[in-house]
């Protein structure tokens, strides 16, 4: 009799800022049998999981895969791949992640600009403008597309005009925005993207979806030293997500599973219909937070539909807040990182876990746990406020 118990989580929702809820097909996938990593149907779904993903990022990029490991092996290989010792690079900088960029560049011996914007705010166009001005001959320009620290988004487009004039790559982090907004990365002209399985694809955390654009691919095979990581030297990777099927790692199989079936549920959803069903449920659950008599932290016309920043009230107790709705209620919600830790909640509505259902459940939890902390949350308004907007 093995005495021993086995680990069973208690069900959760999960709306934070990922992972994200899974769907019952993609959980399933991963208790499929174990192939050999180079087994003829193995190789398969390898190359499915890539052309799926060109028509998830809208990229026709040869080199286009996902690197073992979460969102942040993702940008660790497009950052260390792309920089080179005495690189000059540029990284915008609104939240926690673009700082993150601005490391690994450092990191890779890149000369790093760093271009700040207040958290909460998207990314600093004409800073960034100007920093590149100053510094000439930047190889490598780094956005975040959807930061989820503050809840806001920048336009990509301009910045992949301008890294163009500059000769400049764009990189730009998407870990957060693939499957949930607008991702379009060969409309953009943007040179470098990458993302996460856990977030709005509502996979587990455990694979990087990555595409290079040829130009992106052209500087890669012409550096002069070797990427600083073997684990996530693409030029490696290539030759075993590539028909040469070179051993390199064994692939983390029943993530790739899990990714495949995560990928066909985008695909059988539409990107259009995702999109729209995103929005949809964010922006209701935006106004219903204020219509509870909440202040949101990001600004307005750049706020993520996936992921909502709303501000604690004065006198209230965060970590109170937050164990309240996940002991009574299930829910998970995340709280501030770096220079908001403590002032803001991030309710992610992402994936699986982005429906009408959710919308209500974490309006209607949140004001209660609210009202027992003495804000005078009016859930009566922010429910209705929300349900027009989610019948509409
Ligand atoms: C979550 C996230 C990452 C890192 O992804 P992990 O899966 O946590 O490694 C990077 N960038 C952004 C914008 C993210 O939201």
Redesign the pocket.
Known sequence: MPTTPSFNPPTRILMG???SGAHPRVLKAMTAPILGHLDPEFLRIMDDCNEMLRQVMRTANRITLATP???????EAAVMNLVEPGDKVVVGIC?Y?GE?IAVMAERAGGQVTRVPAPWGSPTDFAGVEAAIRAAGNVKVLGI??????TGAQTPVEPFAKLAKESCALLLV????SLGGVPVTVDAWGADAVYS????CLSAP?GM?PLTMSPRAWDAIKAREVPCNSWYLDLSLLEAYWDERRAYHHTAPISMVYALHEALALVLDEGLERRWARHERNGRALQAGLEAMGLVLHADAGYRLPV?TTVRIPEGVNDAEVRGALLDRNGIEIGGGLGDLRAKVWRIGLMGESSTPGNVLLVLNSLGKVLREQGFSADIRAAVETAAARLGS
Do not use: I, N, Y
């Not at 490991?69 to 940008?75: D, H």
């Not at 982090?173 to 957060?176: A, K």
């Not at 996460?196 to 977030?199: E, L, M, R, S, Y």
């Open positions: 800022p990922g992972p490991g979460t969102g942040t092996s993702g940008m939240g992640f993150r975040v597309h959807a930061e989820t620290s982090d998407c870990v957060t996460g399985t856990q977030k955390p990087a992921l």
